[in-house]
Structures are given as C-alpha cells and as structure tokens.
C-alpha cells in the first residue's frame, strides 16, 4: 500500500515569501540555532493528516472539497512574531495571522468533514501562524534573541489573499522536507472543481 504523509495548507504566493524573508533577516541572525524554513516553503498549515495511504485520494479529496464550500476568500494580515510553547523554552518561531476567525473556521470545517470520511487528522486547536524555524537544541533564549521578536518593524508584515486550499505531500529528507502539491480547491467553489497542481 502506498503511503504519503500529507497535510492541508495555505500556500503562499513567491513574492510574499521571499519579501518576508528579506524582512526578517535581522530575526535570523538573533537566533542562531534554528533551523529556518526556506522561503519557498512557508505556508499556513490547515490540518494535518500525517501517513495516508494514496488509495484513499479519491474520498479525502471529496472531504476536503466538501469542507471548501461556503468558505469565500479573503485578505489576511501578517504581523508579531512569537515562540511556541513560550519564550522560557521557545521550540517553534513562528509569524501571527490576524483573519478574524475565518481560517479557524475552515480548519475546523476541514477537521470535521476528513473526521466523518474516516481520516484521524491532529486534533489540537488551530492557531493561524507561518512557522519561521525550529530552535534546534530548545531552552531559555539569550535577551537579545527575546528582544528581536518586539522589533516594531515586525508589527506589520503585509497581507496574505487567502483564496484556494491546496493538498501537499511531505516528504522527509536530510536536507529537510520536501513539499509537493497534489490538488488545489479554490474557495466558495464547488466540491470536486480543484485547480490543477502547478507542475
């Protein structure tokens, strides 16, 4: 049986990502032991499913298009930058959404419709957010790699236009994981109508 480990997201257009990049090099040099995403890779996370066994494509698809309607597009803004699980033993940094609830509506739309097709996706609650980097050996940060996060320059990053979901595959390497998109599902559209995955 073929398997994938797989996940719903937001994709982000090249521009904003690289444009973030740019923005946030003086965070990269306050946090030296991270393991940052490149830039081409940052997304907004939806739900995770994890290993998923590819015959099943057809029925998650279905759930995943079920879950996209009713949903329109909107405008998000980017802005603060945070740890996770806190700043005594950061793990995870990460750039904040302000969407007024909506994207927590459609996690949980999306959670709930994989849930009733069989699909065990991560229950734990959604918090919009870009992860940045990893901190690979976590404990209590040096003040200055605190002091970083409350840059007022990082108060505003831009906006990200939240119009379609997309369906990726990880795949784990040495190097880092490797995203591959398998379907998008532009939002308020039927189930079933996706557009296609760029090459």
Do not use: K, N
Not at 3 to 12: G, K
Not at 138 to 158: I, M, V, W
Not at 165 to 175: D, G, H, K, Q, R
């Amino acid at each position: 049986m073929d398997i994938a480990r797989l996940f719903v997201a937001i994709e982000l257009p090249e521009d904003l990502c690289h444009g973030l990049d740019r923005r946030l090099r003086l965070l990269r040099q306050a946090w030296p032991g991270t393991c940052w995403v490149q830039p081409e890779a940052l997304h907004v996370t939806l739900l995770f499913l994890g290993d998923t066994p590819l015959e099943r494509r057809g029925e998650l698809d279905e759930a995943i298009g079920q879950a996209c309607r009713g949903h329109a597009a909107r405008v998000c803004r980017l802005g603060g930058v945070g740890v996770f699980p806190d700043a005594r033993r950061p793990a995870v940094l990460w750039v904040g959404l302000d969407d007024g609830g909506a994207l927590g509506r459609l996690a949980d739309d999306l959670r709930r419709s994989a849930a009733r097709a069989g699909f065990a996706g991560d229950d734990r609650p959604f918090t919009p957010h870009l992860t940045l980097g990893r901190v690979r050996r976590p404990g209590r940060p040096a003040a200055a790699a605190l002091d970083a996060l409350q840059r007022p320059s990082y108060a505003d990053l831009g906006t990200l236009a939240v119009e379609q979901v997309s369906l990726v595959a990880s795949t784990l390497t040495p190097a880092g994981p490797r995203y591959s998109t398998l379907r998008r599902w532009p939002l308020g559209a039927p189930a079933g109508a996706p557009e296609p995955a760029r090459a």
